[in-house]
């Protein structure tokens, strides 16, 4: 992730998480704002994220839901999926 100590912020980045098992669209608020899409047995959580903090908070809430990981991918600006 970029970061410029002299700004004072992170740069935003958006990432795709995937976890085997469905997780219902009800739960998008607990992933701060982040779409959920479930298909083919798993769940695509999309989003942007505002640093390495946020993606690890993000990452234990769904380790504390017992949802397996399937990956974790950084989408390159204007990228689309």
């Known amino acids: ?3 410029d100590p002299t700004s004072g912020s992170a740069a935003t980045d958006s990432y795709e998480i995937r ?3 469905h997780l219902d669209p009800r739960w998008e608020g607990w992933f701060d704002g982040m779409t959920l899409i479930a ?3 798993e769940t695509r959580i999309r989003g942007q994220v505002s640093d390495q903090a946020a993606l690890h908070g993000l990452l234990a ?3 504390d839901l017992g ?5 974790v991918v950084q989408i ?3 990228a689309s999926r």
């Not at 949802?67 to 990956?71: A, K, M, T, W």
């Open 76 to 78: 390159a600006p204007g």
């Open 67 to 71: 949802l397996p990981l399937v990956s």
């Open 61 to 63: 809430r769904l380790r």
């Open 39 to 41: 298909a083919d047995g």
């Open 1 to 3: 992730m970029d970061h």
């Open 19 to 21: 976890v085997q098992g």
